[in-house]
Protein backbone atom coordinates (compact mmCIF):
# COMPACT_ATOMS: atom_id res chain seq x y z
CA UNK A 1 0.00 0.00 0.00
CA UNK A 2 1.50 3.52 -1.05
CA UNK A 3 1.20 5.97 1.82
CA UNK A 4 2.44 10.03 2.31
CA UNK A 5 4.16 10.35 4.83
CA UNK A 6 4.21 14.76 6.03
CA UNK A 7 6.84 16.14 8.08
CA UNK A 8 8.16 19.28 9.58
CA UNK A 9 5.06 21.17 9.62
CA UNK A 10 5.09 23.88 12.57
CA UNK A 11 4.57 27.28 14.52
CA UNK A 12 7.12 29.66 13.08
CA UNK A 13 7.19 33.65 12.75
CA UNK A 14 6.58 35.82 10.29
CA UNK A 15 10.36 36.13 8.21
CA UNK A 16 11.40 32.14 9.65
CA UNK A 17 11.52 28.99 7.76
CA UNK A 18 10.42 25.62 7.98
CA UNK A 19 11.58 22.60 5.86
CA UNK A 20 8.83 20.20 4.93
CA UNK A 21 9.35 16.54 4.04
CA UNK A 22 7.50 13.90 2.36
CA UNK A 23 8.13 10.01 2.17
CA UNK A 24 6.41 8.03 0.09
CA UNK A 25 6.26 4.22 1.03
CA UNK A 26 5.24 1.17 -0.54
CA UNK A 27 5.57 -1.28 -3.69
CA UNK A 28 6.62 1.87 -5.63
CA UNK A 29 7.77 1.17 -9.14
CA UNK A 30 8.80 5.06 -9.83
CA UNK A 31 6.98 8.06 -9.52
CA UNK A 32 6.15 10.98 -12.01
CA UNK A 33 5.20 14.61 -10.38
CA UNK A 34 5.55 14.64 -6.64
CA UNK A 35 4.55 17.82 -5.02
CA UNK A 36 2.78 20.17 -2.30
CA UNK A 37 -0.40 21.93 -2.06
CA UNK A 38 -2.01 24.22 0.73
CA UNK A 39 -5.78 25.01 2.02
CA UNK A 40 -6.03 27.33 4.87
CA UNK A 41 -9.65 27.76 5.82
CA UNK A 42 -12.09 28.81 3.72
CA UNK A 43 -10.11 28.82 0.61
CA UNK A 44 -9.46 26.73 -1.89
CA UNK A 45 -6.44 23.59 -2.01
CA UNK A 46 -3.71 25.52 -4.78
CA UNK A 47 -0.55 24.22 -5.78
CA UNK A 48 2.70 25.78 -3.98
CA UNK A 49 5.26 23.67 -5.87
CA UNK A 50 5.64 20.67 -7.64
CA UNK A 51 8.91 18.87 -9.42
CA UNK A 52 8.73 15.95 -11.89
CA UNK A 53 11.16 13.26 -12.30
CA UNK A 54 13.14 14.97 -15.03
CA UNK A 55 13.73 17.47 -11.74
CA UNK A 56 12.06 20.54 -13.49
CA UNK A 57 9.95 22.49 -10.88
CA UNK A 58 7.62 25.17 -10.90
CA UNK A 59 5.86 27.49 -8.29
CA UNK A 60 2.97 29.42 -7.32
CA UNK A 61 3.61 33.02 -8.27
CA UNK A 62 3.00 34.03 -4.43
CA UNK A 63 6.10 31.56 -3.16
CA UNK A 64 8.50 31.89 -5.93
CA UNK A 65 11.82 33.43 -4.76
CA UNK A 66 11.16 32.06 -1.35
CA UNK A 67 10.42 28.53 -1.37
CA UNK A 68 12.18 25.41 -3.25
CA UNK A 69 10.96 22.38 -3.68
CA UNK A 70 13.49 19.06 -4.22
CA UNK A 71 13.24 15.14 -4.21
CA UNK A 72 15.25 12.42 -3.09
CA UNK A 73 14.37 9.89 -5.49
CA UNK A 74 16.37 7.30 -3.56
CA UNK A 75 13.92 7.91 -0.56
CA UNK A 76 10.94 8.97 -2.37
CA UNK A 77 10.81 12.10 -0.70
CA UNK A 78 10.19 15.39 -1.57
CA UNK A 79 11.19 18.43 0.36
CA UNK A 80 9.74 21.95 0.57
CA UNK A 81 12.20 25.06 2.32
CA UNK A 82 10.55 27.33 2.97
CA UNK A 83 11.86 30.70 3.82
CA UNK A 84 10.64 34.25 4.55
CA UNK A 85 7.40 32.60 5.51
CA UNK A 86 4.68 34.98 5.56
CA UNK A 87 1.54 34.75 7.58
CA UNK A 88 -0.77 34.30 4.16
CA UNK A 89 1.27 31.22 4.25
CA UNK A 90 -0.49 29.58 7.02
CA UNK A 91 -2.57 26.70 5.66
CA UNK A 92 -2.68 22.78 5.79
CA UNK A 93 0.51 21.44 3.24
CA UNK A 94 -0.42 18.47 1.70
CA UNK A 95 1.82 16.25 -0.68
CA UNK A 96 0.52 14.78 -3.64
CA UNK A 97 2.33 12.39 -6.05
CA UNK A 98 1.80 10.86 -9.07
CA UNK A 99 3.08 7.14 -8.42
CA UNK A 100 3.64 4.06 -10.23
CA UNK A 101 3.36 1.10 -7.98
CA UNK A 102 2.55 -2.82 -7.96
CA UNK A 103 -0.67 -2.16 -7.56
CA UNK A 104 -1.08 0.09 -10.23
CA UNK A 105 1.99 -0.62 -12.63
CA UNK A 106 1.03 0.82 -15.97
CA UNK A 107 -0.85 3.76 -14.72
CA UNK A 108 0.15 6.50 -12.40
CA UNK A 109 -1.71 6.97 -9.53
CA UNK A 110 -2.52 10.05 -7.62
CA UNK A 111 -1.73 10.34 -3.78
CA UNK A 112 -2.40 12.21 -0.86
CA UNK A 113 -0.78 12.56 1.90
CA UNK A 114 -2.22 13.16 5.53
CA UNK A 115 -1.36 16.78 5.28
CA UNK A 116 0.75 19.12 7.82
CA UNK A 117 -0.21 22.22 9.72
CA UNK A 118 1.87 25.68 8.88
CA UNK A 119 1.63 28.32 10.70
CA UNK A 120 3.04 31.33 10.56
CA UNK A 121 2.19 34.31 13.18
CA UNK A 122 3.13 38.05 12.69
Known amino acids: QVQLVESGGGLVQAGGSLRLACAASGSIIGIHTMGWYRQAPGKQR ?3 A ?3 SGDSTNYAN ?3 GR ?3 SRDNASYTVFLQMTNLKPEDTAVYYCNADIYSRQSPLRAS ?3 GQGTQVTVSS
Open 62 to 64: SVK
Open 50 to 52: QVT
Open 110 to 112: NYW
Open 67 to 69: FTV
Open 46 to 48: ELV
